[in-house]
């Protein structure tokens, strides 16, 4: 017993296990509150303090770039754009109950077995010895943006795509049909 | 017209029904420091848009015809002024006419040209705050400032000649309260120079930037016809093209003598009617004031200023109504008399009451920030739309 | 690496190593983040208190009035009288709030505007972290406010908060667009994303000119850098909120927008975070397009501007003669005055970070007295206007400015 | 909506331009005032000069008051109360109120005053702290002891007069 504890203090006194504890509290319990939250809006805003400390494994891991990217990406664009459709959609100012009924129970209840094992395979597969990489410096992007356009030009192309058309279609439906 | 209207102003079925968003509800005022005083306006939006605004008034009701009914009329004059209080001596005026035309009591010629020159400062006062406050509606503060400090010129003037500086109670049922000097006669002339200088001024910092007409034209636009229907008058009928202009088609108080242009919106810069229009047809209207006031300095006749009238007025039975033209409109003055001291009955037709009534037909399907545009293009002013 | 926090960690440790031998590294290093923390508070304290005082001062003198004069002479001590009001303010929470995202929200507009300065330099070596991804950094974490700023949209329960918060997160996302462009062009240009490595390539010979002065400058080196710069200023002024794009706050027609509701030291946060995201715009501005530390005032050693300045006297010294003479002392004097600088080591780093700092807060000051002026002048846009600006001017002008950039890069590569 | 003019890229440039040419206009505008002089004077320690005609504060000059009450019924609003030792001419005036908080500084009451002795002065701060205080005594406070005074002599003046008219008769 007494072994583990100062194994523990030993881990805990280097500064980058501190800080994994840290964000992992701070990510765990935002994503607590995301997903237990009766308010759809403070879900939404827990969900950004997950995302940031998604940003913090990133930058601990060494790869700056990710983070930023992470924080531009998910917290810039896609949480902005949830908390867009949140905040227009529903009645201002009354919280939200959720409606369950025992359709969504069963459906959400399928949904997260098979979440689940994803998860659980994810976990047993995964080669978990990551480090900071070796030799690479810490942001430097010219590395990714030769990958991208080198050896993941097909992949990178098919999502910008992707996303394009997406674009197109959106424009489509929000179209006003007026003529 | 309204259905056809209806039909062209209503979103689409199908867009309504597709990407439909939770409508609000928003009260913009009485406490709101767009609304140009204690006017609440309930507004329906759905995002940015407005879906429909209601004004709602009566904030500053002071029961001005009543009381107005139970004074003798020389001490119901100065509630008169209190009734718009940007153009006091217009609204003095037109009660002064109303009483004299009903009374058959004759004004001296010189008293006739202070009242123009009266009523025509406080037109470029009232349009110069009309002006300012435009702007800060759209959110420039400056212009305001330099409104202000021509306006108060303007103010000086009257203060010299009438006493106040705001609420002037300069016309008298006979005539005017003072008499003109040799000193405000220079400094009216001093001021007519400042105000055409600045005025090109104005512009480059307002009218013609690109922000400015971006927001106003095309905004809020009222066509002839609405015009005519809703009872618009003063700048905002004669911004929708309607050259219509108490001065000129029924004169009164020697108007007829003096060589004016009566401006009209053309859609310079968009739409005729559009806000920027009601804008511009002000603007001018400030310089056809000063080529007014000017003719009626040079002109002016020596003689008596106040013609005596009894103590106690008594106005023969009958009633009499006399349109004039306030700076925001037509105002008159409907007074019903009974030969008594006081008037059985007054009632005043408003124009900013009555532009006032156009809101919610204009302010249909705009975005939020349109509402304040065009309720300030209307220059309303809450004291005489409330009494 | 010579970022500020490692020096000073690296120099702690070396005086105080007997007694830090025993504490973890990690413990020195957070006093010393904490130690820089505080210094950019105290710097965005500042840049509110000076903010506000030459904000009312030039806007009392646009408007043919005096601004504030009373509190101390000229009104110096106005900001703080207004700050000490703020402190001892009520604080009131509206009674249908969300508490949460009430009391979150300005902590996390503050913390959003103060993420910045982290990367900021003030000059060659005055910087808190010298980050390889300095410029995707800056740009990245607006996103933070923008969160921020829809938590105090939403958490007072206002509907006024509600739009403001809306258009401000509309807004701010939509020039993070082109503001990136910009950032783009001067990354293609320069080759770097970061902010001291981009200030040294415009120092870097041009035109001929070993030291091309001024004429190093972005804006100079590249009409699209040229062009960026104006759009990289308008779009600032667009995602701080600032007049002619305050609509978020618009007092005409929201009555104050997303702080409609706060009060007190709250609101003193939300007002702090507007002034320091000013101040990084312009700061980034001066940084990435107008030279950085470099000129207009020449730092020693580099020999900046005295190049431009003998071509200058030469070129006069065939008509007036006098005047190359005075040019000439000129040059004399300012190069002396180096030399006897340059002699020492120690006052030589010091007098150039300082002229360094002069100059990369000068011109950023300079910009910031744009924003007040123009603040001062226009009204404001619409929000579809604001939109449409962003996406049909900004957003093509600039991709047109990355691809000049992009050819320009590849026909002269530096 | 409406349809997509053929010159629309023409329209769009010289709408960009006018933007940025508009600007500069209004930003030259106001750089130029900024170097200007101000208009607004420094308030306290500068005074505006207010011109004689100015509305503002009543003065009475008692002395030349006769207790027309002209004044008074001349008010639209009634804010003037006056109370006297006597009657017209020889009448004394005791109490003198206005009340600001209801004056309209319309000039009526000066106006009808006969012998001018009721003027609006050119004194315009009229800050009160309290309610009370919008109620103004212009006349000269006066004691019990005056008012008799007064009214003895008026009484006697009275009574002097009558023993001269009653006398007078008499004496042709």
């Not at chain 2, 848009?49 to 001490?75: D, T």
């Not at chain 2, 636009?221 to 000129?248: N, Y």
């Amino acid at each position: 017993m007494k072994e583990i504890i100062v194994r523990l203090v030993q881990i805990l006194s280097e500064g980058t296990n501190i800080s994994f504890v840290l964000i992992t509290v701070l990510v765990l319990a935002s994503a607590t509150v995301a997903a237990l939250s009766r308010s759809v809006v403070q879900a939404a805003f827990a969900l950004f303090f997950t995302l940031l400390g998604m940003a913090g494994y990133y930058v601990l891991l060494g790869s700056g770039f990710l983070a930023i990217t992470q924080i531009v990406i998910y917290v810039g664009g896609i949480l902005v754009l949830l908390m867009f459709g949140i905040l227009l959609t529903n009645r201002p100012l009354q919280r939200e109950k959720a409606d369950a009924g025992r359709l969504y129970l069963v459906a959400g209840a399928i949904g997260a077995v098979l979440f689940l094992g994803v998860l659980v395979h994810v976990i047993v597969a995964a080669p978990w010895a990551v480090g900071v990489a070796p030799g690479a410096p810490a942001g430097d992007v010219r590395p990714i943006g030769r990958l991208l356009f080198d050896r993941y030009l097909l992949a990178f192309e098919v999502a910008g795509m992707t996303l394009l058309l997406c674009l197109v279609g959106a424009a489509y439906l929000v179209r006003r049909r007026d003529q | 017209m309204s259905e056809a209207n209806v039909t062209e102003t209503a979103p689409p079925a199908s867009r309504r029904d597709s990407l439909r968003t939770e409508e609000m509800l928003l009260n913009m005022g009485p406490q709101h420091p767009s609304t140009h005083g204690v006017l609440r306006l309930v507004v329906r939006t759905d995002g940015e848009m407005v879906r429909e605004s209601w004004p709602q008034i009566g904030f500053l009701h002071r029961c001005f015809e009543k009381i107005a009914e139970s004074l003798p009329y020389a001490q119901a004059l100065p509630y008169a002024d209190r009734m718009d209080y940007l153009g006091s001596v217009n609204n003095g005026l037109a009660f002064c006419l109303g009483v004299e035309k009903l009374g058959a009591i004759e004004v001296s010629e010189r008293a006739a040209h202070l009242r123009v020159i009266a009523a025509e400062l406080n037109r470029i006062a009232s349009h110069l705050i009309a002006f300012g406050t435009y702007a800060l509606d759209l959110g420039a503060f400056t212009p305001f400032i330099y409104g202000f400090r021509e306006r108060e010129m303007a103010v000086s003037i009257l203060e010299k000649l009438s006493g106040g500086r705001l609420l002037y109670h300069y016309p008298r049922i006979g005539g005017v309260a003072n008499d003109l000097t040799p000193e405000i006669a220079s400094d009216i002339r001093a001021f007519l120079v400042q105000m055409r200088k600045v005025w090109p001024e104005y512009n480059a910092l307002l009218s013609d930037n690109q922000i400015f007409v971006k927001r106003t034209a095309n905004v809020g636009v009222v066509t002839r016809e609405q015009a005519i229907a809703w009872g618009f008058t003063g700048p905002c009928l004669r911004a929708s093209g309607v050259r219509f202009d108490l001065r000129k088609d029924q004169p009164y108080s020697l108007y007829e003598r003096f060589a004016f242009d009566v401006p009209i919106g053309e859609g310079t810069k968009g739409t005729t009617g559009d806000c920027w229009d009601r804008y511009w047809v002000r603007m001018v209207e400030i310089l056809e004031s000063c080529r007014i006031v000017e003719q009626a300095l040079d002109g002016i006749p020596e003689g008596p200023v106040l013609t005596k009238v009894p103590r106690v007025l008594k106005l023969p039975k009958g009633e009499v109504y006399v349109p004039c033209e306030n700076p925001r409109g037509e105002l008159g003055f409907y007074i019903v008399s009974d030969g008594d001291p006081k008037a059985l009955r007054i009632k005043s037709r408003g124009p900013s009451f009555c532009n006032l009534s156009i809101v919610n037909e204009i302010c249909r399907d705009v975005l939020l920030a349109d509402v304040v545009a065009i309720l300030g293009s209307i220059d309303i002013v809450l004291g005489e739309v409330d009494r | 690496m010579d970022d500020i926090i490692l020096q000073f960690h690296t120099s702690a440790v070396a005086v105080l190593w007997p007694l830090l031998s025993k504490v973890p590294t990690w413990i020195t290093y957070a006093v010393a983040y904490s130690v820089g923390g505080c210094v950019v508070l105290g710097w965005i304290a500042l840049m509110a208190i000076v903010g506000t005082y030459g904000e009312r001062r030039i806007a009392g003198f646009i408007q043919v009035r005096y601004g504030p004069n009373r509190v101390g002479p000229q009104g110096i001590f106005q900001p703080l009288a207004d700050g000490i009001k703020l402190l001892c303010k009520e604080d009131t929470v509206p009674n249908v709030a969300n508490r949460a995202l009430f009391f979150v929200a300005p902590v996390l507009v503050l913390l959003g505007a103060m993420i910045p300065f982290a990367v900021l330099p003030f000059s060659e070596r005055i910087v808190l972290t010298n980050m390889e991804l300095a410029l995707y950094y800056v740009l990245a974490f607006q996103a933070i406010e923008v969160i921020g700023i829809l938590m105090a949209g939403w958490g007072p329960g206002s509907k006024w908060s509600l739009y403001g918060g809306m258009r401000l997160a509309a807004q701010m996302l939509s020039y993070e667009i082109p503001l990136g462009l910009c950032a783009l062009v001067i990354i293609l240009l320069s080759g770097s994303l970061n902010l001291g490595e981009i200030a040294r390539w415009q120092a870097g010979p041009f035109l001929g000119m070993e030291h091309p002065w001024i004429f190093g400058w972005a804006v100079f080196r590249s009409p699209a850098a040229l062009i960026a710069f104006f759009m990289f200023y308008v779009g600032g002024l667009a995602a701080t909120k600032r007049a002619p794009f305050d609509l978020p706050e618009a007092e005409s027609e929201l009555v104050a927008g997303y702080h409609t509701e706060y009060a007190g030291i709250r609101f003193a946060f939300f007002f702090m975070a507007e002034y320091a995201a000013m101040y990084v715009v312009c700061a980034m501005s001066a940084i990435l397009f107008l030279g950085g530390w470099h000129g207009p005032i020449p730092r020693p050693e580099t020999a900046e501007g005295f190049e431009f300045m003998k071509t200058w006297s030469d070129l006069i010294q065939a008509g007036a003669p006098g005047a190359a003479t005075f040019v000439d002392r000129c040059t004399l004097f300012v190069s002396s005055l180096w030399s006897v600088v340059s002699s020492n080591d120690g006052i030589r780093l010091i007098a150039r970070e300082a002229i360094g700092a002069a100059n990369v807060v000068g011109k950023s000051f300079f910009l910031y007295f744009v924003m007040i002026w123009a603040r001062w002048t226009f009204p404001r846009i619409r929000i579809d206007q604001v939109m449409h600006l962003c996406l049909k001017v900004l957003l093509p002008i600039g991709l047109g400015c990355v691809i000049w950039a992009a050819v320009q890069v590849v026909l002269f590569p530096h | 909506m409406t349809r997509r003019p053929k010159n629309a890229f023409r329209l769009y440039c010289t709408d960009v331009w006018a933007g940025i040419y508009t600007t500069c206009v209004g930003l030259g505008v106001t750089i130029r005032y900024l170097f200007g002089k101000n208009v607004t004077m420094l308030y306290p320690e500068v005074r505006p000069e207010i011109p004689p005609t100015h509305r503002g504060l009543h003065a009475l000059d008692e002395s030349k008051c006769i207790l027309c009450r002209l004044c008074a019924t001349n008010c639209p609003v009634g804010c003037i109360a006056i109370e006297s030792a006597g009657k017209g001419k020889t009448g004394m005036v005791t109490r003198y109120d206005v009340d600001y908080s209801q004056c309209l500084f319309c000039n009526l009451c000066a106006e009808a005053c006969p012998t001018k002795c009721l003027r609006l002065t050119e004194a315009y701060s009229m800050i009160r702290g309290r309610r009370e205080d919008c109620v103004l005594r212009l006349a000269r406070p006066k004691s019990q002891s005056e008012i008799d005074e007064h009214m003895v002599k008026l009484a006697r003046r009275e009574a002097e007069k009558k023993a001269a008219s009653k006398e007078a008769p008499e004496t042709p």
